[in-house]
Protein backbone atom coordinates (compact mmCIF):
# COMPACT_ATOMS: atom_id res chain seq x y z
CA UNK A 1 0.00 0.00 0.00
CA UNK A 2 1.01 3.10 -0.86
CA UNK A 3 0.54 6.33 1.57
CA UNK A 4 2.70 8.80 1.90
CA UNK A 5 3.97 10.93 -0.96
CA UNK A 6 6.72 13.13 -0.38
CA UNK A 7 7.08 16.30 -3.17
CA UNK A 8 9.82 18.63 -3.87
CA UNK A 9 9.49 21.45 -5.57
CA UNK A 10 11.79 23.76 -7.29
CA UNK A 11 11.58 27.38 -8.98
CA UNK A 12 8.37 29.22 -9.97
CA UNK A 13 4.65 29.46 -8.64
CA UNK A 14 3.42 27.57 -11.51
CA UNK A 15 5.37 24.37 -10.25
CA UNK A 16 4.07 25.07 -6.83
CA UNK A 17 0.14 24.77 -8.14
CA UNK A 18 1.53 21.58 -9.98
CA UNK A 19 2.78 19.81 -6.83
CA UNK A 20 -0.51 20.66 -4.81
CA UNK A 21 -2.44 19.52 -7.95
CA UNK A 22 -0.72 15.99 -7.97
CA UNK A 23 -1.22 15.68 -3.57
CA UNK A 24 -4.56 16.06 -4.76
CA UNK A 25 -4.63 13.58 -7.52
CA UNK A 26 -2.29 10.57 -5.32
CA UNK A 27 -5.38 11.32 -3.02
CA UNK A 28 -8.03 11.16 -4.68
CA UNK A 29 -6.81 7.98 -6.75
CA UNK A 30 -4.37 6.01 -3.67
CA UNK A 31 -5.99 7.84 -0.33
CA UNK A 32 -2.88 9.13 -0.37
CA UNK A 33 -1.11 11.91 2.03
CA UNK A 34 1.26 14.12 1.49
CA UNK A 35 4.34 14.22 4.12
CA UNK A 36 6.81 16.60 4.99
CA UNK A 37 9.41 13.93 5.56
CA UNK A 38 11.28 12.42 2.40
CA UNK A 39 11.99 9.08 5.09
CA UNK A 40 8.96 8.11 5.50
CA UNK A 41 7.54 8.78 1.95
CA UNK A 42 6.27 5.69 0.07
CA UNK A 43 6.96 7.51 -3.10
CA UNK A 44 8.78 10.61 -4.09
CA UNK A 45 8.36 13.23 -6.17
CA UNK A 46 10.55 15.90 -7.38
CA UNK A 47 8.90 18.70 -9.46
CA UNK A 48 12.03 19.96 -11.33
CA UNK A 49 13.02 23.66 -12.73
CA UNK A 50 15.15 24.37 -15.78
CA UNK A 51 14.93 28.32 -16.26
CA UNK A 52 18.94 28.53 -14.70
CA UNK A 53 21.58 25.58 -14.64
CA UNK A 54 21.81 26.36 -11.24
CA UNK A 55 18.50 24.50 -10.98
CA UNK A 56 19.31 21.91 -12.96
CA UNK A 57 22.09 20.77 -10.93
CA UNK A 58 20.18 20.48 -7.78
CA UNK A 59 18.46 17.49 -9.44
CA UNK A 60 20.48 15.24 -9.74
CA UNK A 61 22.34 15.81 -6.05
CA UNK A 62 18.95 15.51 -4.50
CA UNK A 63 18.02 12.69 -6.30
CA UNK A 64 21.76 10.86 -5.16
CA UNK A 65 20.41 11.44 -1.75
CA UNK A 66 17.19 9.88 -2.56
CA UNK A 67 18.74 6.82 -3.74
CA UNK A 68 20.34 6.01 -0.59
CA UNK A 69 16.57 5.57 0.94
CA UNK A 70 15.39 4.12 -1.88
CA UNK A 71 18.71 1.65 -0.85
CA UNK A 72 17.05 0.90 2.32
CA UNK A 73 13.76 0.61 1.21
CA UNK A 74 13.52 -0.72 -2.64
CA UNK A 75 9.94 -0.78 -2.78
CA UNK A 76 9.89 3.27 -2.57
CA UNK A 77 8.89 4.98 -6.19
CA UNK A 78 10.51 7.79 -7.71
CA UNK A 79 9.39 10.34 -10.02
CA UNK A 80 10.84 13.30 -11.56
CA UNK A 81 8.56 15.91 -12.98
CA UNK A 82 8.26 19.10 -13.95
CA UNK A 83 10.80 21.36 -16.97
CA UNK A 84 14.06 19.10 -16.39
CA UNK A 85 11.88 16.12 -17.26
CA UNK A 86 10.08 17.76 -19.73
CA UNK A 87 13.32 18.37 -21.67
CA UNK A 88 15.61 15.41 -20.73
CA UNK A 89 13.39 13.03 -20.87
CA UNK A 90 14.61 9.25 -21.29
CA UNK A 91 18.10 10.64 -20.19
CA UNK A 92 17.21 11.34 -16.77
CA UNK A 93 17.42 7.38 -15.89
CA UNK A 94 20.29 7.52 -18.02
CA UNK A 95 21.95 9.47 -15.05
CA UNK A 96 19.99 8.01 -12.41
CA UNK A 97 18.38 4.62 -13.36
CA UNK A 98 17.14 4.47 -9.65
CA UNK A 99 14.21 6.55 -11.17
CA UNK A 100 10.86 5.18 -11.92
CA UNK A 101 8.82 7.49 -13.11
CA UNK A 102 9.59 10.88 -15.64
CA UNK A 103 6.61 13.13 -16.45
CA UNK A 104 6.32 16.41 -17.85
CA UNK A 105 4.65 19.83 -16.19
CA UNK A 106 1.55 18.61 -19.32
CA UNK A 107 1.42 14.74 -17.83
CA UNK A 108 1.17 15.01 -14.12
CA UNK A 109 -2.53 13.95 -14.38
CA UNK A 110 -1.61 10.59 -15.63
CA UNK A 111 0.18 10.48 -12.41
CA UNK A 112 -1.74 7.62 -11.25
CA UNK A 113 -1.78 5.68 -13.94
CA UNK A 114 1.96 5.44 -14.71
CA UNK A 115 1.85 4.89 -10.60
CA UNK A 116 -0.09 1.90 -11.23
CA UNK A 117 1.37 0.50 -13.97
CA UNK A 118 5.05 0.82 -12.53
CA UNK A 119 3.88 -1.50 -9.48
CA UNK A 120 2.11 -3.94 -11.82
CA UNK A 121 4.84 -4.11 -14.78
CA UNK A 122 7.63 -2.91 -12.75
CA UNK A 123 9.08 -1.48 -15.25
CA UNK A 124 9.86 2.44 -15.38
CA UNK A 125 7.44 5.40 -16.72
CA UNK A 126 8.72 7.99 -19.28
CA UNK A 127 5.91 10.63 -20.27
CA UNK A 128 6.74 13.85 -21.15
CA UNK A 129 4.18 14.84 -24.19
CA UNK A 130 2.08 18.34 -24.70
CA UNK A 131 -1.72 16.63 -24.79
CA UNK A 132 -2.83 20.11 -24.97
CA UNK A 133 -5.51 21.17 -21.74
CA UNK A 134 -6.47 17.76 -21.14
CA UNK A 135 -4.03 18.09 -17.82
CA UNK A 136 -6.81 20.07 -16.24
CA UNK A 137 -10.20 17.65 -17.28
CA UNK A 138 -8.52 15.06 -15.24
CA UNK A 139 -7.73 16.84 -12.06
CA UNK A 140 -9.98 16.17 -8.88
CA UNK A 141 -11.38 19.58 -7.69
CA UNK A 142 -8.45 21.38 -5.42
CA UNK A 143 -8.42 21.34 -1.90
CA UNK A 144 -7.05 24.25 0.42
CA UNK A 145 -5.88 25.30 3.81
CA UNK A 146 -5.68 28.75 4.36
CA UNK A 147 -7.17 31.85 2.66
CA UNK A 148 -5.16 32.35 -0.27
CA UNK A 149 -5.04 30.07 -3.51
CA UNK A 150 -3.21 29.92 -6.42
CA UNK A 151 -5.45 28.92 -9.49
CA UNK A 152 -3.52 27.94 -13.29
CA UNK A 153 -5.48 29.90 -15.91
CA UNK A 154 -3.15 29.23 -19.31
CA UNK A 155 -0.22 26.78 -19.47
CA UNK A 156 2.76 27.46 -21.78
CA UNK A 157 4.21 30.20 -23.32
CA UNK A 158 4.62 31.02 -27.18
CA UNK A 159 6.69 34.18 -27.07
CA UNK A 160 10.46 31.96 -27.66
CA UNK A 161 12.28 34.66 -25.55
CA UNK A 162 15.81 33.92 -26.99
CA UNK A 163 17.18 33.02 -23.37
CA UNK A 164 14.33 31.17 -22.24
CA UNK A 165 13.43 26.98 -22.08
CA UNK A 166 9.56 27.53 -21.10
CA UNK A 167 8.06 27.58 -24.46
CA UNK A 168 10.23 23.97 -24.41
CA UNK A 169 10.04 22.33 -21.83
CA UNK A 170 5.74 23.59 -20.98
CA UNK A 171 4.82 23.67 -24.44
CA UNK A 172 3.12 26.59 -26.40
CA UNK A 173 0.57 28.75 -24.85
CA UNK A 174 -3.04 27.36 -24.06
CA UNK A 175 -5.76 28.85 -22.50
CA UNK A 176 -7.59 27.24 -20.02
CA UNK A 177 -11.83 27.19 -20.46
CA UNK A 178 -13.01 30.24 -19.01
CA UNK A 179 -16.17 27.67 -17.38
CA UNK A 180 -13.63 25.32 -15.30
CA UNK A 181 -11.30 28.94 -14.34
CA UNK A 182 -15.08 30.51 -12.77
CA UNK A 183 -15.84 26.39 -11.35
CA UNK A 184 -12.53 26.18 -9.69
CA UNK A 185 -12.41 29.67 -8.33
CA UNK A 186 -15.97 29.36 -6.84
CA UNK A 187 -15.27 26.07 -5.55
CA UNK A 188 -11.83 27.25 -3.42
CA UNK A 189 -14.43 30.70 -2.25
CA UNK A 190 -16.52 27.70 -1.12
CA UNK A 191 -14.10 26.85 1.37
CA UNK A 192 -12.90 30.12 2.79
CA UNK A 193 -10.20 31.18 -0.12
CA UNK A 194 -10.95 35.20 0.04
CA UNK A 195 -7.52 36.02 -2.41
CA UNK A 196 -7.03 34.17 -5.67
CA UNK A 197 -3.48 34.60 -8.00
CA UNK A 198 -4.21 33.71 -11.13
CA UNK A 199 -1.29 31.93 -12.63
CA UNK A 200 0.04 31.44 -15.93
CA UNK A 201 3.38 32.56 -17.84
CA UNK A 202 1.61 35.00 -20.03
CA UNK A 203 -1.74 35.67 -18.29
CA UNK A 204 -2.52 39.14 -20.07
CA UNK A 205 -2.44 36.73 -23.18
CA UNK A 206 -5.08 34.77 -21.74
CA UNK A 207 -7.90 33.45 -24.52
CA UNK A 208 -10.71 31.91 -22.89
CA UNK A 209 -14.03 31.04 -24.76
CA UNK A 210 -17.98 32.30 -23.09
CA UNK A 211 -20.53 29.62 -24.05
CA UNK A 212 -21.77 31.50 -27.24
CA UNK A 213 -18.10 30.70 -28.76
CA UNK A 214 -17.00 35.05 -27.92
CA UNK A 215 -13.52 35.27 -26.71
CA UNK A 216 -12.85 36.35 -23.21
CA UNK A 217 -9.86 38.17 -22.54
CA UNK A 218 -7.80 38.61 -19.34
CA UNK A 219 -9.42 41.31 -18.04
CA UNK A 220 -12.88 40.20 -19.07
CA UNK A 221 -11.80 37.03 -17.27
CA UNK A 222 -10.94 39.58 -14.08
CA UNK A 223 -14.18 41.39 -14.37
CA UNK A 224 -15.80 37.54 -14.06
CA UNK A 225 -13.54 36.54 -10.49
CA UNK A 226 -13.61 40.02 -8.73
CA UNK A 227 -17.55 38.90 -8.92
CA UNK A 228 -17.46 35.50 -7.65
CA UNK A 229 -18.73 35.89 -3.65
CA UNK A 230 -15.74 35.37 -1.29
CA UNK A 231 -13.23 36.69 -3.42
CA UNK A 232 -11.95 39.77 -1.60
CA UNK A 233 -8.56 40.66 -3.43
CA UNK A 234 -7.42 39.18 -6.68
CA UNK A 235 -3.65 38.54 -7.81
CA UNK A 236 -1.58 37.45 -10.58
CA UNK A 237 1.53 36.32 -12.57
CA UNK A 238 3.32 37.01 -14.82
CA UNK A 239 2.07 39.69 -17.30
CA UNK A 240 4.42 40.40 -20.58
CA UNK A 241 4.77 43.60 -21.42
CA UNK A 242 3.67 43.41 -25.24
CA UNK A 243 -0.22 42.63 -24.10
CA UNK A 244 -0.55 44.99 -20.94
CA UNK A 245 -3.46 46.57 -23.18
CA UNK A 246 -5.82 49.21 -22.58
CA UNK A 247 -8.11 47.30 -20.88
CA UNK A 248 -6.16 45.86 -18.39
CA UNK A 249 -5.27 49.52 -17.25
CA UNK A 250 -8.94 49.81 -17.37
CA UNK A 251 -9.38 47.08 -15.54
CA UNK A 252 -7.47 48.77 -12.45
CA UNK A 253 -9.88 51.84 -12.39
CA UNK A 254 -13.07 49.60 -12.19
CA UNK A 255 -11.95 46.65 -10.00
CA UNK A 256 -10.93 47.33 -5.97
CA UNK A 257 -10.47 43.77 -6.00
CA UNK A 258 -7.30 44.21 -8.04
CA UNK A 259 -4.33 44.50 -5.52
CA UNK A 260 -2.04 47.42 -6.14
CA UNK A 261 1.25 45.56 -7.15
CA UNK A 262 1.54 44.04 -10.53
CA UNK A 263 5.00 41.85 -11.76
CA UNK A 264 5.68 43.20 -14.52
CA UNK A 265 8.91 41.90 -15.90
CA UNK A 266 11.02 44.09 -18.84
CA UNK A 267 14.58 41.73 -18.57
CA UNK A 268 16.57 44.74 -19.28
CA UNK A 269 16.09 48.53 -20.09
CA UNK A 270 18.63 48.75 -23.20
CA UNK A 271 17.22 48.36 -26.60
CA UNK A 272 19.36 46.66 -27.85
CA UNK A 273 19.78 43.75 -25.39
CA UNK A 274 15.82 43.44 -25.34
CA UNK A 275 15.89 42.96 -29.09
CA UNK A 276 18.33 40.30 -28.93
CA UNK A 277 16.29 38.82 -26.09
CA UNK A 278 13.41 39.04 -28.61
CA UNK A 279 11.07 40.87 -26.27
CA UNK A 280 9.43 42.85 -28.92
CA UNK A 281 9.11 46.13 -26.85
CA UNK A 282 11.38 49.15 -26.42
CA UNK A 283 12.11 50.49 -23.32
CA UNK A 284 10.39 53.52 -23.93
CA UNK A 285 6.97 51.11 -25.19
CA UNK A 286 7.11 49.56 -21.70
CA UNK A 287 7.86 52.21 -19.75
CA UNK A 288 4.59 54.46 -21.76
CA UNK A 289 2.57 51.34 -20.68
CA UNK A 290 3.58 52.01 -16.72
CA UNK A 291 3.02 55.69 -17.00
CA UNK A 292 -0.63 54.61 -18.39
CA UNK A 293 -1.38 52.26 -15.70
CA UNK A 294 0.24 54.60 -12.90
CA UNK A 295 -2.57 57.52 -13.66
CA UNK A 296 -5.14 54.37 -13.60
CA UNK A 297 -3.80 53.21 -10.02
CA UNK A 298 -1.48 56.27 -8.36
CA UNK A 299 -0.42 53.95 -5.32
CA UNK A 300 0.53 51.20 -7.37
CA UNK A 301 3.61 48.77 -6.76
CA UNK A 302 5.78 47.25 -9.75
CA UNK A 303 8.23 44.44 -9.80
CA UNK A 304 10.44 43.19 -12.14
CA UNK A 305 12.46 40.03 -13.24
CA UNK A 306 16.21 40.90 -14.30
CA UNK A 307 18.42 39.46 -16.62
CA UNK A 308 22.00 40.72 -15.59
CA UNK A 309 24.82 40.03 -18.23
CA UNK A 310 23.24 39.15 -21.47
CA UNK A 311 25.86 38.09 -23.76
CA UNK A 312 27.37 40.94 -24.82
CA UNK A 313 25.65 43.35 -22.64
CA UNK A 314 27.95 46.59 -22.05
CA UNK A 315 28.15 48.91 -19.71
CA UNK A 316 25.61 51.35 -21.77
CA UNK A 317 23.15 48.60 -22.19
CA UNK A 318 23.73 48.27 -17.70
CA UNK A 319 23.27 52.17 -17.47
CA UNK A 320 19.90 51.98 -19.18
CA UNK A 321 18.82 49.39 -16.91
CA UNK A 322 19.29 51.11 -14.08
CA UNK A 323 17.93 54.28 -15.99
CA UNK A 324 14.86 52.44 -16.54
CA UNK A 325 15.13 51.48 -12.67
CA UNK A 326 14.76 54.88 -11.79
CA UNK A 327 12.01 55.90 -14.28
CA UNK A 328 9.71 53.08 -13.19
CA UNK A 329 11.00 52.93 -9.59
CA UNK A 330 10.25 49.39 -8.99
CA UNK A 331 9.16 48.06 -5.52
CA UNK A 332 11.01 44.64 -6.00
CA UNK A 333 12.63 42.29 -8.56
CA UNK A 334 13.94 38.91 -9.11
CA UNK A 335 16.89 39.36 -10.99
CA UNK A 336 19.53 36.49 -11.57
CA UNK A 337 22.91 36.23 -13.73
CA UNK A 338 22.14 35.11 -17.35
CA UNK A 339 22.27 31.27 -17.92
CA UNK A 340 22.93 29.98 -21.00
CA UNK A 341 20.32 27.32 -21.40
CA UNK A 342 20.69 23.79 -24.39
CA UNK A 343 18.84 24.96 -26.95
CA UNK A 344 17.69 28.16 -27.10
CA UNK A 345 18.90 30.84 -29.68
CA UNK A 346 20.65 32.69 -27.24
CA UNK A 347 23.22 29.84 -25.99
CA UNK A 348 24.60 30.06 -29.81
CA UNK A 349 26.07 33.77 -28.85
CA UNK A 350 29.28 34.89 -28.24
CA UNK A 351 29.63 36.06 -25.18
CA UNK A 352 32.88 38.46 -23.95
CA UNK A 353 31.16 40.06 -20.87
CA UNK A 354 33.15 38.29 -17.48
CA UNK A 355 32.05 36.92 -14.78
CA UNK A 356 33.10 39.39 -12.42
CA UNK A 357 31.47 42.45 -14.46
CA UNK A 358 28.01 40.33 -14.33
CA UNK A 359 28.54 39.94 -10.50
CA UNK A 360 29.29 43.16 -9.79
CA UNK A 361 26.83 44.88 -11.78
CA UNK A 362 24.09 42.44 -10.49
CA UNK A 363 25.16 43.55 -7.05
CA UNK A 364 24.79 47.24 -7.93
CA UNK A 365 21.22 46.21 -9.19
CA UNK A 366 19.70 44.36 -6.27
CA UNK A 367 21.20 47.26 -3.71
CA UNK A 368 19.29 49.82 -5.80
CA UNK A 369 16.23 47.97 -5.81
CA UNK A 370 16.55 47.02 -1.98
CA UNK A 371 16.70 50.83 -1.30
CA UNK A 372 13.37 51.10 -3.19
CA UNK A 373 11.88 48.08 -1.50
CA UNK A 374 12.92 49.87 1.81
CA UNK A 375 11.73 53.12 1.03
CA UNK A 376 7.94 52.20 0.18
CA UNK A 377 8.13 50.12 3.44
CA UNK A 378 9.12 53.36 5.30
CA UNK A 379 6.40 55.47 3.43
CA UNK A 380 3.33 52.97 4.57
CA UNK A 381 3.76 54.63 8.34
CA UNK A 382 0.89 56.35 8.85
CA UNK A 383 -0.97 55.39 5.76
CA UNK A 384 -3.90 53.61 6.20
CA UNK A 385 -3.92 49.60 4.29
CA UNK A 386 -5.87 47.20 3.73
CA UNK A 387 -4.95 43.52 5.37
CA UNK A 388 -5.94 39.99 4.52
CA UNK A 389 -5.70 38.45 8.07
CA UNK A 390 -4.04 34.77 7.54
CA UNK A 391 -3.10 33.81 10.99
CA UNK A 392 -1.82 34.17 14.67
CA UNK A 393 1.87 35.47 14.92
CA UNK A 394 4.52 32.94 15.97
CA UNK A 395 6.41 35.75 17.51
CA UNK A 396 3.90 38.60 19.05
CA UNK A 397 1.57 36.97 21.14
CA UNK A 398 -1.72 38.83 20.69
CA UNK A 399 -1.25 39.80 17.09
CA UNK A 400 -2.53 38.96 13.70
CA UNK A 401 -0.49 38.55 10.64
CA UNK A 402 -2.04 39.84 7.61
CA UNK A 403 -0.80 40.77 4.20
CA UNK A 404 -1.04 44.48 2.39
CA UNK A 405 -1.73 44.55 -1.04
CA UNK A 406 1.91 45.31 -1.86
CA UNK A 407 2.87 42.27 -0.25
CA UNK A 408 4.31 43.72 3.17
CA UNK A 409 3.22 40.98 6.03
CA UNK A 410 1.58 43.47 8.57
CA UNK A 411 1.21 42.88 12.21
CA UNK A 412 -2.52 43.37 13.47
CA UNK A 413 -3.27 43.60 17.33
CA UNK A 414 -6.67 41.58 17.05
CA UNK A 415 -8.42 38.54 18.60
CA UNK A 416 -8.03 35.29 16.53
CA UNK A 417 -12.13 35.42 15.06
CA UNK A 418 -11.09 38.06 12.94
CA UNK A 419 -8.42 35.78 10.81
CA UNK A 420 -9.97 35.27 7.14
CA UNK A 421 -11.19 38.81 7.10
CA UNK A 422 -10.22 42.09 5.63
CA UNK A 423 -9.41 45.15 7.74
CA UNK A 424 -8.34 48.35 7.64
CA UNK A 425 -5.40 49.92 9.78
CA UNK A 426 -3.23 52.61 10.23
CA UNK A 427 0.70 51.46 9.94
CA UNK A 428 2.19 53.00 13.07
CA UNK A 429 5.04 51.15 13.03
CA UNK A 430 7.83 49.84 10.31
CA UNK A 431 9.79 46.93 11.55
CA UNK A 432 12.14 45.34 8.98
CA UNK A 433 12.10 45.73 5.45
CA UNK A 434 9.23 43.96 4.89
CA UNK A 435 7.05 43.88 7.84
CA UNK A 436 5.37 46.96 9.48
CA UNK A 437 2.98 47.09 12.11
CA UNK A 438 -0.37 48.29 12.29
CA UNK A 439 -1.31 51.38 15.26
CA UNK A 440 -5.18 51.35 14.88
CA UNK A 441 -8.26 49.21 13.37
CA UNK A 442 -9.97 51.58 11.28
CA UNK A 443 -12.73 49.21 9.36
CA UNK A 444 -13.39 45.19 10.20
CA UNK A 445 -15.52 43.69 7.00
CA UNK A 446 -18.92 42.45 7.75
N1 LIG B 1 6.73 34.62 -18.49
C1 LIG B 1 7.60 35.44 -17.76
C2 LIG B 1 8.88 34.77 -17.34
C3 LIG B 1 8.95 33.36 -16.96
S1 LIG B 1 10.57 32.77 -16.58
C4 LIG B 1 7.93 36.72 -18.57
O1 LIG B 1 7.22 37.11 -19.43
O2 LIG B 1 8.92 37.36 -18.33
C5 LIG B 1 10.90 33.66 -15.09
C6 LIG B 1 12.09 34.52 -15.15
O3 LIG B 1 13.27 33.75 -15.22
C7 LIG B 1 12.18 35.42 -16.37
O4 LIG B 1 11.42 36.57 -16.22
C8 LIG B 1 13.65 35.71 -16.47
O5 LIG B 1 14.00 36.88 -15.78
C9 LIG B 1 14.29 34.50 -15.80
N2 LIG B 1 15.00 33.69 -16.79
C10 LIG B 1 14.47 32.97 -17.79
N3 LIG B 1 15.44 32.36 -18.52
C11 LIG B 1 16.62 32.73 -17.97
C12 LIG B 1 17.99 32.48 -18.28
N4 LIG B 1 18.32 31.73 -19.32
N5 LIG B 1 18.93 33.02 -17.48
C13 LIG B 1 18.60 33.80 -16.43
N6 LIG B 1 17.33 34.10 -16.09
C14 LIG B 1 16.34 33.57 -16.84
FE1 LIG C 1 10.11 32.67 -21.09
FE2 LIG C 1 9.74 34.87 -22.44
FE3 LIG C 1 7.80 33.11 -22.21
S1 LIG C 1 10.74 34.70 -20.49
S2 LIG C 1 8.16 32.13 -20.26
S3 LIG C 1 9.68 32.81 -23.27
S4 LIG C 1 7.61 35.33 -22.16
Redesign the pocket.
Known sequence: MLKKVYIETQGCQMNEYDSSRMADLLGESHGMVRTENPEEADVLLMNTCS?REKAQEKVFSELGRWRKLKEKRPDIVIGVGGCVASQEGDSIRKRASYVDMVFGPQTLHRLPKMLEERQHKKIAIVDISFPDIEKFDFLPEPKVEGYKAYVSIME??????S?????YT?GEEVSRPFDDIIAEIVHLASQGVREVTLLG??VNGYRGHYHDGEICTFAELLKHVANIDGIGRIRYT?S?PLEFGDDLIAAYQELPQLVSHVHL?V?SGSDAVLAA???NHTAADYLQRIQKLKAARPDIHISS?FIIGFPNETDDDFIDTMNLIAEVDYDHSYSFIYSKRPGTPAAELPDSVSEETKKERLARLKERIKLNTLRKTQAMLGTKQRILLEKTSDRQAGYLVGTAENTRQVLVAAEADLIGRFVDVTIGDILSINTVKASEILWVEA
Open positions: IGCSKYCFCVVPRQNTHPQMKRD
